[in-house]
């Protein structure tokens, strides 16, 4: 691994570590690039688990202060991991333009649907997997996010794999064709651990019968750590979807800037 685009820092009040530490880590185990994507704050409400929005401006100032004092021995991107919600549609591409931003992550843990605020992690039942797979695509043919994070991410709730699955999962990568946004690979689900699913034991994700699907279109893909602590940067986690993307042949990718 060379690269790794989604880094959180202490600001998102769920990890651990600065900038700083991020960088020291990333070069001591040899990447060439990191891009910070922390979870982005809202201008008008907190939905929690995200840095402030008073701690933004001093978030983005110090990532590029770091890229001044590390060039030279590694490029630093700067970048966020938000939600999307069309009523923010000015706001994304203020972060893009005023913010100097060179990415955005979709991060889909929340979505509207018919006017109500719903989690991901937290499904009902793989009705709602369509409605954040079409909440995912509409986000897509905006052109304003690089890369997809964890697709499959509703897979880690105990539901047995079905024609919705099959549906959101043709929703998302018929999206990520069109639009030509990349798919993340993300470590996270294996440090989750093996859990026992209703359909068998299995990672929450990245969930098999989702990946191969997107082999089998040869998408764009890039693995990304979803580190939370420094020492997550490239750790055994990372390894291993370094070995299963190989192995379930995957058109990867090391960047996801345009």
């Not at 809202?42 to 929690?48: L, R, S, V």
């Not at 591409?93 to 990415?103: F, Q």
Request: with cysteine.
């Amino acid at each position: 691994m060379k690269a790794n685009f989604h880094t959180h820092t202490f600001r998102c009040l769920h990890a651990y570590g600065n900038e700083q530490d991020y960088i020291l880590e990333a070069i001591e185990k040899g990447l060439e690039v990191i891009g910070f994507s922390d979870h982005a704050p809202f201008p008008d409400i907190d939905y929690g688990l995200r840095m402030k929005f008073d701690d933004l401006p001093e978030h983005l100032a110090e990532v590029d202060k770091m890229k001044k004092k590390y060039s030279g021995r590694i490029k630093i991107y700067k970048g966020l991991e938000i939600e999307y919600h069309p009523q923010y549609i000015d706001y994304y591409r203020s972060l893009l333009s005023d913010s100097g931003l060179d990415y955005l992550l979709l991060g889909e843990h929340m979505y509207t649907c018919e006017g109500r605020l719903k989690n991901i992690f937290f499904a009902e039942s793989t009705d709602d997997y369509v409605e954040y797979a079409e909440n995912i695509a509409q986000a897509a043919s905006t052109g304003l996010f690089s890369c997809i994070a964890h697709p499959d991410i509703m897979m880690l709730n105990d539901f047995a794999w079905d024609e919705n699955c099959d549906k959101a999962r043709d929703i998302i990568l018929d999206a990520a064709q069109e639009y030509d946004v990349i798919l993340e690979y993300n470590a996270n689900g294996f440090r989750r651990g093996l859990h026992k699913y209703s359909d068998g034991v299995r990672f929450p994700y990245p969930d098999e019968r989702f990946w191969k699907s997107v082999s089998e279109r040869g998408l764009k893909t890039i693995i990304g750590s979803d580190c939370h602590i420094p020492g997550q940067v490239c750790d055994k986690a990372v390894e291993l979807s370094e070995k299963e993307a190989k192995k379930l042949g995957l058109n990867l990718t090391e960047s996801m800037i345009r």
